[in-house]
């Protein structure tokens, strides 16, 4: 009998096809926090979803918990005409969806003169492909159990904002993925892949396993599929393969891909091979008296970026700042709190570890706005590492997370479960309990972040600034 195949089983299916192959082969399944479930697929916390719908018309929850109770009761009320139905279930033999929110809209349909569409919450501000697949298959369903299939799918953000797309542009894209998801539930094995979504599946230490145990060409960092294929036909299956030819010859066996492209990726299997970084270039960064170094602890679940952690290093001496909001109404004095920070430090570079810190910055001048000294500050001093190691030095690694990268120079966190995701469970935890250890351990794990940062900017410029040796 085949298992299940839900709206999150395409986002599981796009991460890693694998995840869904595990979760349909393996009994029990590996255990995933509900919270963390809800935070991998760009969810909100239920509380977040009734505010955003409470002032919708005619609003009805769906409360049963049993699939089939809950699908009665959906039916029930689209058969009833009702303009909102919030949290309702649609349910055909083994398709099981889980809108958000239905909502009437006029037309024809087994009901009457009106038809249902489906919208989900998402705290991402752009309509995402997961999100289309998502959508396509509630229009599927709704088209089975109604009658009429919706023309559009619907994603709600945060503010409020209803983001549409066409259901018929995306579709064929839908059923060929559909397709391939039938055949990974019904048990057949997808090939495996490594990538960075592998790491938000609860099977990623066997995913990992599986392509290190034959030095499979997904490991090297970044690599696309589409070039793993083109190394395959020119007859390089693995790592060491890879990095035992000599460029020109891969260049000549692998003539579709690029010369960059493939000098880059044979260093990165020489790295991983031997274990060992490879300079690749000399790193440019001012050289100032002071820097300051950036993370943002955030609760997506909640829309809520509550902590702007600082580290200060000014000729030596480390000084740790925080600027901290418990609710969403404390968040515009903390960011007022940041930027007069900011403009005492007019000319010290911020380095931050990827993209999310200026993405978040940005949307706070946005929202409260920023004086000029510390707009310009901000604009002209915010310097993403990672965007700065990258083509500077190639690592012996498949992931250049700051976790990973900071480990691998030696770094340690001092709490043992430290992660993005933990964090975030923490201050839901901090929030229920109020325990004064949870929110120390969130600071010091922001701390952490902040150090480490700092000790992967310090060590990348002992191996390839301009004085290194």
């Given at each position: 009998?085949?298992?299940?195949?839900?709206?999150?089983?395409?986002?599981?299916?796009?991460?890693?096809?694998?995840?869904?192959?595990?979760?349909?082969?393996?009994?029990?399944?590996?255990?995933?926090?509900?919270l963390l479930?809800?935070?991998?697929d760009?969810?909100?916390?239920?509380?977040?979803?009734?505010?955003?719908?409470?002032?919708?018309?005619?609003?009805?929850?769906?409360?049963?918990?049993?699939?089939?109770?809950?699908?009665?009761?959906?039916?029930?009320?689209?058969?009833?005409?009702?303009?909102?139905?919030?949290?309702?279930?649609?349910?055909?033999?083994?398709?099981?969806?889980?809108?958000?929110v239905?909502?009437?809209?006029?037309?024809?349909?087994?009901?009457?003169?009106?038809?249902?569409?489906a919208?989900?919450?998402?705290?991402?501000?752009?309509v995402?492909d997961?999100?289309?697949?998502?959508?396509c298959?509630?229009?599927?369903?709704?088209?089975r159990?109604?009658g009429?299939?919706?023309?559009?799918?619907?994603v709600?953000?945060?503010?409020?904002?209803?983001?549409?797309?066409?259901i018929e542009?995306?579709?064929?894209?839908?059923?060929?993925?559909?397709?391939?998801?039938?055949?990974?539930?019904?048990?057949?094995?997808?090939?495996?892949?490594?990538?960075?979504?592998?790491?938000?599946?609860?099977?990623f230490?066997?995913?990992?396993?599986?392509?290190e145990s034959?030095?499979?060409?997904?490991?090297?960092?970044?690599?696309?599929?589409?070039?793993?294929s083109?190394?395959?036909?020119?007859?390089?299956?693995?790592?060491?393969?890879?990095?035992?030819?000599?460029?020109?010859?891969?260049e000549?066996?692998?003539?579709?891909?690029?010369?960059?492209?493939?000098?880059?990726l044979?260093?990165?299997?020489?790295?991983?091979r031997?274990?060992k970084?490879?300079?690749?270039k000399?790193?440019?960064?001012?050289e100032t008296?002071?820097?300051?170094?950036l993370?943002?602890?955030?609760?997506?679940?909640?829309?809520?970026?509550?902590?702007?952690?600082?580290?200060?290093?000014?000729?030596?001496?480390?000084?740790?700042?925080?600027?901290?909001?418990?609710?969403?109404?404390?968040?515009?004095?903390?960011?007022?709190?940041?930027?007069?920070?900011?403009?005492?430090?007019?000319?010290?570079?911020?380095?931050?570890?990827?993209w999310?810190?200026l993405?978040?910055?940005?949307?706070?001048?946005?929202r409260?706005?920023?004086?000029?000294?510390?707009?310009?500050?901000?604009?002209?001093?915010?310097?993403?590492?990672?965007?700065?190691i990258r083509?500077?030095?190639a690592?012996?690694?498949?992931?250049?997370?700051?976790?990973?990268?900071?480990?691998?120079i030696?770094?340690?966190?001092r709490?043992v479960?430290?992660?993005?995701a933990?964090?975030?469970?923490?201050?839901?935890?901090?929030?229920?309990?109020?325990?004064?250890?949870?929110?120390?351990?969130?600071?010091?794990?922001?701390?952490?972040?902040?150090?480490?940062?700092?000790?992967?900017?310090?060590?990348?410029?002992?191996?390839?600034?301009?004085?290194?040796?």
């Amino acid at each position: 009998m085949p298992r299940q195949i839900t709206e999150k089983t395409f986002f599981k299916y796009i991460k890693c096809p694998s995840w869904v192959y595990f979760d349909a082969t393996k009994e029990g399944g590996a255990p995933h926090h509900p919270l963390l479930a809800r935070l991998a697929d760009e969810g909100l916390l239920q509380e977040k979803e009734r505010e955003l719908v409470k002032d919708r018309p005619d609003v009805v929850e769906v409360t049963a918990e049993d699939p089939e109770e809950a699908f009665r009761q959906t039916v029930s009320f689209m058969r009833d005409g009702r303009e909102t139905i919030y949290r309702g279930l649609l349910l055909d033999g083994h398709w099981v969806g889980h809108p958000d929110v239905l909502i009437k809209v006029e037309g024809r349909s087994r009901f009457g003169n009106y038809y249902y569409v489906a919208a989900d919450v998402k705290r991402s501000r752009e309509v995402r492909d997961d999100f289309k697949f998502q959508g396509c298959f509630y229009a599927e369903l709704l088209e089975r159990i109604q009658g009429t299939k919706p023309t559009q799918g619907y994603v709600i953000t945060p503010d409020g904002v209803a983001l549409t797309y066409q259901i018929e542009e995306f579709e064929s894209a839908y059923k060929l993925t559909l397709d391939e998801i039938e055949r990974i539930v019904a048990g057949e094995k997808p090939p495996h892949f490594l990538t960075s979504g592998c790491k938000q599946s609860p099977w990623f230490s066997e995913c990992r396993c599986e392509s290190e145990s034959c030095n499979d060409l997904s490991i090297l960092n970044r690599v696309w599929r589409e070039e793993v294929s083109a190394l395959r036909e020119a007859g390089i299956t693995t790592i060491d393969e890879l990095a035992a030819l000599p460029v020109p010859e891969l260049e000549g066996r692998a003539s579709d891909l690029r010369i960059m492209r493939l000098e880059l990726l044979h260093t990165q299997a020489r790295a991983i091979r031997d274990g060992k970084h490879i300079v690749l270039k000399r790193l440019e960064l001012p050289e100032t008296e002071i820097e300051l170094y950036l993370d943002i602890e955030s609760d997506p679940l909640r829309d809520l970026d509550y902590l702007f952690g600082i580290l200060e290093v000014n000729e030596g001496k480390e000084t740790y700042h925080s600027f901290f909001a418990e609710n969403a109404d404390e968040q515009g004095k903390m960011w007022a709190e940041f930027c007069v920070f900011v403009e005492s430090h007019m000319d010290a570079p911020m380095y931050h570890y990827g993209w999310y810190e200026l993405e978040v910055v940005r949307r706070f001048e946005a929202r409260y706005g920023a004086p000029a000294f510390a707009r310009e500050a901000l604009a002209r001093n915010m310097i993403d590492l990672l965007s700065v190691i990258r083509p500077a030095i190639a690592f012996p690694l498949s992931f250049y997370s700051l976790k990973d990268l900071a480990q691998y120079i030696g770094f340690e966190w001092r709490a043992v479960d430290a992660s993005g995701a933990n964090s975030v469970l923490w201050f839901e935890g901090w929030l229920k309990t109020k325990d004064k250890r949870t929110l120390q351990k969130i600071f010091e794990y922001n701390e952490d972040d902040v150090r480490a940062t700092h000790a992967l900017k310090q060590w990348a410029w002992e191996q390839a600034g301009p004085y290194s040796a």
